[in-house]
């Protein structure tokens, strides 16, 4: 098409008048339709930009929360710390096979992160004082010191003989025995320290022989 | 300032800026870009307007700066007529008048020519469908315009 080419500029100009009103109602609904546009553009990009400070918003109280639930997994360094987390899950098993007296209750170990509440459910049910760390070879050969002999030793006693020799126990008694890396190590690099924070020996010492801890409450 | 609120207040002005934009440009679909590209200029700073006395003063310059750029894009070797730049108000608006007499030439027109001529100007529909609407084809309907211009071009003589 070409309708366009002939038109002479002073007929365009005439044409253009009659064209004008509606023309110009043409661009006043378009430049209407555009400002809409970019305000609703703006109400979006106004939303977008909260969305951080939102999302930010909820993630602190989701910490906040998170750390307000969070169960006490330190480990603690007195007995009555140890007894104030009580609440922690425990893993207690009794050793019925090889009983050392009536009145011991065997918590086998190795122990993870219930080492502070097994003290303090053997005080509680035992109400004794003394928590004992018994070193033996294995479950099924307990022979040597009975506990009430093994109260008045001293932690450098805890030797195991090695396994050639005649399976023995070594029993050591010391007060408020806690196992401090419980909860950041487990196994074999698990440390039996007292609380002046002598290393009683791990299950990889030497004198431990790969021996297995056991805790023993009077 | 509300959408409403500046469409109240600005696109009243639109004929206006449209008149002050095409005699600095010199071609209505670029003074439709100035002026579009204004309008959205002061509805991005619109906290300005304010503060703003005269609005209209205030859009007519707006649209001023936008017809310097864009005559600085298209002859950046051609010096700018600075008189036409020192219009501070657009040119009166003589539209009605304008619109009355193309209308009274275009009525003495033969009826199909006026037909297509009104349908095409004063509707501002495609030749697509004026072709639909009419019931012709492109080349007839080319003819028709084709004559139409040229009767108009003729009565415009006369009437001088």
């Not at chain 1, 070193?135 to 006693?157: F, I, K, N, Q």
Request: contains cysteine.
């Amino acid at each position: 098409m070409k309708t366009e080419e002939n038109i002479s500029p002073e007929v365009k100009e005439l044409l253009d008048a009659l064209a004008e009103p509606h023309a110009n109602q043409q661009r006043q609904e378009q430049l209407s339709q555009l400002i809409d546009n970019l305000s609703a553009q703006e109400k979006a990009t106004s939303r977008r930009a909260l969305w951080p400070w939102a999302g930010m918003a909820v993630a602190a109280a989701c910490a906040a929360l998170f750390i307000i639930r969070m169960p006490n997994n330190s480990v603690p360094t007195t007995m009555s710390e140890a007894v104030a987390q009580t609440d922690i899950p425990t893993q207690v098993t009794t050793n019925t096979q090889e009983p050392i007296n009536e009145k011991t209750a065997d918590i086998a170990m190795p122990v993870k992160h219930h080492t502070p509440t097994l003290l303090a459910q053997a005080i509680e049910t035992e109400t004794i004082e003394n928590v004992e760390i018994t070193a033996v070879e294995d479950y099924t050969t307990m022979v040597g010191e009975t506990a009430e002999e093994a109260v008045t030793l001293e932690p450098s006693a805890i030797k195991v003989a090695p396994p050639a020799t005649k399976p023995t126990r070594r029993v050591v008694a010391c007060n408020k025995l806690v196992c401090y890396d419980c909860g950041t190590k487990h196994g074999r690099d698990r440390e039996y320290r007292d609380t002046d924070k002598t290393i009683l020996g791990t299950p990889t010492t030497p004198n431990m022989d790969g021996g297995m801890l056991m805790l023993a409450s009077l | 300032m509300t959408p409403d609120t500046f469409k109240q207040t600005i696109l009243n002005l639109q004929p206006d800026m449209q008149r002050y934009a095409k005699v600095l440009l010199g071609d209505a679909d670029a003074a439709a870009d100035a002026v579009q590209d204004a309008v959205i200029d002061m509805w991005q700073h619109r906290e300005r307007l304010e503060n703003v006395v005269n609005v209209k003063g205030y859009c007519i310059t707006m649209v001023k700066r936008r017809c310097i750029d864009q005559l600085r894009n298209m002859h950046p070797s051609i010096p700018i007529d600075e008189e036409t730049l020192q219009l501070a108000d657009p040119p009166p608006d003589d539209t009605e008048e304008r619109f009355l007499r193309a209308l009274r030439l275009v009525e003495r027109l033969p009826q199909r020519q006026r037909e297509a001529i009104l349908l095409k100007y004063q509707q501002g529909k495609e030749n697509k469908e004026i072709e639909r609407i009419m019931k012709m084809s492109s080349t007839h309907l080319y003819a028709t315009l084709s004559r139409a211009y040229s009767t108009l071009r003729e009565m415009m003589q006369e009437s001088e």
